[in-house]
């Protein structure tokens, strides 16, 4: 079989087409950067979600789960530094009447100079001067220097003058009251959810530093530069896991927290090529240290996750906010400290798009010359577990097909299909990237067996309908994964 390369906008129409992802209210012409999960979609989702849960509840015995508001207390994002911080900056460009954030026009800029990438010096002063520049809000000058170093318009790809600059929040506002002044925010982080129930879990649970609280969200951001599909979202999903340690073990867990993620995400098995890890020269607000697990999407090398010391900012400043004591005792010294948090952050959607992207393939059959598009996606994560067939529309057949799905429906997420050939049918299901079919044909009627056949290599097997549970569970059982970390 001979591989042919699939094309980011091949992979957006094939998550529409085979019900992955569709645009967002798409009757009254969607809305940028917002998506819904479709009938397949959304296993595929839940099965990355659930993976990541039971790595993080169930594998470990100090992490435990909770499942926070998105709405929360105005102040949390005062104490957060949400308020006064979550900002980025952004460049209006007069001409092309676009506005593109400054970190993507920095990068953009040295990733398309090619002498530039060489030219490490210039590179470095460059974030300097900027780092400099932001740090003591000149923003005028770094808006000089963008039209000094003539960095063009990306999207026009070409030199244009860069007329304004300006900060944006990122949090969307919903006002408590109208006419009042105070806001509700929709959370942009579903972290501050458990620093927040950090004192809850204290006094209700045996947990002892070091643990981990770990929770799956919707979160919000006013994204203004919305584009590569799923990759940037004004709504998504995050998986986000705290764990709080004692203040001398920072370096020692953000390096536990940092192989032992990557070690999950290679368990997907999209390849080892495929994952880079990146520090971060401008820190976040609340970060001391930061990681991110960078992915190769079609689009490049992008963050997938987040791996951060986000040190004692966030308990500290609750605690000032709230007036609580986010305190606990160090037997050994005898006193009283501020926990320190490395943080495990990633973004559901993006870890969706990373194995929906790099799993689908186009392969031309050796002995065919035949075409097939195939989602060859780990059968652990695949939405359909198993498709049962009667070979042909025959009573007979038809009646074993459905006895076999009425059964195995308790264990398996399957489908039950009798239209068109069998061929087309294979086709559908390896579309979508179902992993097992199993047909039953004039010959089970004697002997009780069925055809099993595999997606990837397309092997058949007989086998005994009494050990089909057991065929599909060895296939598709979320424990191979778990084996693996
Ligand atoms: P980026 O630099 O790409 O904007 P970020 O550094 O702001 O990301 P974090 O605040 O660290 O991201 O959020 C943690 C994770 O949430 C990211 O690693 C990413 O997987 C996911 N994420 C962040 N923003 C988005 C978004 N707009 N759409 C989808 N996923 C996102």
Redesign the pocket.
């Known amino acids: 079989m001979t591989n042919k390369k699939i094309s980011f906008k091949e992979i957006v129409s094939h998550a529409k087409q085979y019900g992955f992802v569709f645009p967002s209210s798409e009757i009254y012409d969607g809305i940028n950067?917002i998506y819904d999960y479709g009938q397949y979609g959304i296993y595929l989702k839940n099965n990355i979600k659930e993976y990541w849960w039971k790595s993080m509840i169930q594998i470990n015995e100090n992490i435990i789960g909770l499942d926070t508001s998105i709405l929360m207390h105005p102040n949390i994002w005062k104490a957060s530094g949400h308020i006064s911080k979550f900002k980025e900056i952004f460049l209006y460009n007069e001409d092309t009447k676009y506005s593109y954030?400054l970190?993507f026009l920095i990068e953009n800029y040295f990733k398309t100079n090619l002498n530039l990438n060489k030219e490490k010096k210039l590179k470095h002063n460059i974030i300097k001067y900027l780092d400099k520049k932001l740090k003591i809000n000149e923003k005028d000058k770094i808006l000089k220097l963008i039209n000094k170093i003539k960095i063009i318009d990306p999207k026009q790809k070409k030199l244009t003058k860069w007329t304004k600059i300006y900060e944006y929040n990122?949090m969307f506002k919903i006002p408590l009251k109208e006419h009042e002044k105070k806001n509700f925010y929709l959370r942009?982080?579903t972290a501050q959810g458990i620093f927040t129930n950090f004192l809850n879990v204290l006094n209700t649970s045996k947990m002892k530093i070091p643990f981990g609280i770990a929770q799956i969200g919707k979160?919000f951001?006013k994204?203004i530069i919305?584009r590569q599909f799923?990759?940037?979202?004004?709504e998504?999903?995050?998986m986000?896991m705290q764990f709080f340690i004692h203040p001398n073990q920072e370096e020692k867990w953000l390096e536990y927290w940092k192989k032992k993620r990557l070690k999950w995400h290679l368990s997907l098995g999209l390849g080892k090529k495929k994952y880079r890890f990146y520090e971060h020269e401008q820190l976040?607000h609340y970060a001391k240290k930061?990681y991110?697990?960078q992915f190769k999407f079609t689009f490049g090398f992008?963050?997938?996750?987040?791996i951060?010391s986000r040190a004692n900012f966030d308990l500290k400043n609750h605690e000032k906010y709230s007036k609580k004591r986010f305190r606990v005792f160090d037997k050994e010294k005898k006193n009283f400290y501020i926990p320190y948090i490395i943080e495990t952050?990633?973004?559901?959607?993006?870890?969706f798009l990373a194995v929906f992207s790099s799993s689908l393939k186009k392969e031309t059959i050796k002995d065919t010359k035949k075409e097939r598009i195939i989602l060859k996606i780990n059968p652990a994560l695949s939405p359909i577990k198993a498709a049962i067939f009667p070979l042909i529309r025959d009573k007979r057949l038809i009646f074993y097909a459905k006895e076999i799905y009425k059964n195995l429906k308790l264990y398996f997420i399957l489908i039950y299909e009798e239209k068109d050939s069998i061929g087309k049918r294979y086709r559908r299901q390896d579309a979508i990237g179902t992993p097992i079919c199993v047909t039953i044909d004039f010959k089970t009627l004697k002997d009780k067996c069925v055809t099993m056949r595999f997606r990837d290599k397309m092997l058949q097997k007989r086998v005994l309908i009494k050990d089909l549970k057991r065929e599909i569970k060895k296939e598709t059982s979320m424990n191979q994964l778990f084996k693996l970390l």
């Open positions: 950067a954030r970190d990122l942009p982080e979160v951001r994204e919305a799923l990759f940037r979202m004004r998504f999903e995050q986000e976040a930061a991110d697990i992008k963050e997938l996750e987040g951060h952050s990633v973004g559901l959607d993006r870890i």
